[in-house]
């Protein structure tokens, strides 16, 4: 799970991250955020991005089904908000935004389990910090990515707030420039 407060360069950093996987499998990304052109603006600062493959749609079953299909190495799903509101009750009318989230978050752990493959699921949280649905959600996935930027600094940072496979918990820094995004390091 990845969040951050609105600018903080949730998705870009995801996406970078899963440019650099790109090289060695398929990345499949679910934009529900961003426009073509948004997109195609990522994929000349992003080396790499090019060779993610980007649907804009999001029906649960249809999703998971393309998903099974294309056996991506990484999935990154942008944003678990913006897939809630298009979730629906057997009757058809819209699901509860909170019981929306809480079964994104079931179908897509229960299909990373199943198949064995990472998934990203991006969320926003308010200018205050908080995360913008049922905050219990991030006990249900294995981790949670916090973004964090600081604007007088123009300094962005990652951590892990949860991370139930271990490995590193402090600050990792990552910057956004008009032709690259950078991680670790701008040289």
């Given at each position: 799970?990845?969040?951050?407060?609105?600018?903080?360069?949730?998705?870009?950093?995801?996406?970078?991250?899963?440019?650099?996987l790109?090289?060695?499998?398929?990345?499949?990304?679910?934009?529900?955020?961003?426009?073509?052109?948004?997109?195609?603006?990522?994929?000349?600062?992003?080396?790499?991005?090019?060779?993610?493959?980007?649907?804009?749609?999001?029906?649960?079953?249809?999703?998971i089904?393309?998903?099974?299909?294309?056996?991506?190495?990484?999935?990154?799903?942008?944003?678990?908000?913006?897939?809630?509101?298009?979730m629906?009750?057997?009757?058809?009318k819209?699901?509860?935004?909170?019981?929306?989230?809480?079964?994104?978050?079931?179908?897509?752990?229960?299909?990373?389990?199943?198949?064995?493959?990472?998934?990203?699921?991006?969320?926003?949280?308010?200018?205050?910090g908080?995360?913008?649905?049922?905050?219990?959600?991030?006990?249900?996935?294995?981790?949670?990515?916090?973004?964090?930027?600081?604007?007088e600094?123009?300094?962005?940072?990652?951590?892990?707030?949860?991370?139930?496979?271990?490995?590193?918990?402090?600050?990792?820094?990552?910057?956004?420039?008009?032709?690259?995004?950078?991680?670790?390091?701008?040289?």
């Amino acid at each position: 799970f990845i969040t951050g407060n609105p600018g903080a360069a949730k998705t870009t950093l995801a996406c970078a991250i899963g440019a650099c996987l790109s090289r060695k499998v398929s990345i499949a990304f679910v934009s529900l955020e961003m426009s073509e052109f948004q997109l195609a603006n990522q994929a000349k600062k992003i080396h790499g991005f090019g060779g993610v493959d980007v649907t804009g749609d999001f029906d649960p079953v249809e999703t998971i089904r393309l998903l099974e299909e294309m056996k991506p190495g990484l999935v990154i799903l942008d944003s678990i908000q913006k897939a809630a509101r298009k979730m629906k009750l057997p009757d058809g009318k819209t699901m509860p935004f909170n019981t929306a989230q809480y079964e994104i978050v079931n179908l897509f752990t229960e299909f990373a389990k199943r198949t064995w493959t990472p998934v990203f699921l991006i969320g926003h949280c308010d200018k205050s910090g908080n995360y913008k649905g049922p905050s219990d959600l991030l006990h249900d996935v294995d981790s949670h990515l916090q973004v964090h930027y600081d604007k007088e600094m123009d300094l962005r940072t990652f951590c892990f707030g949860k991370n139930r496979f271990g490995g590193l918990m402090e600050d990792s820094c990552f910057g956004i420039t008009r032709d690259s995004v950078w991680i670790g390091t701008p040289y």
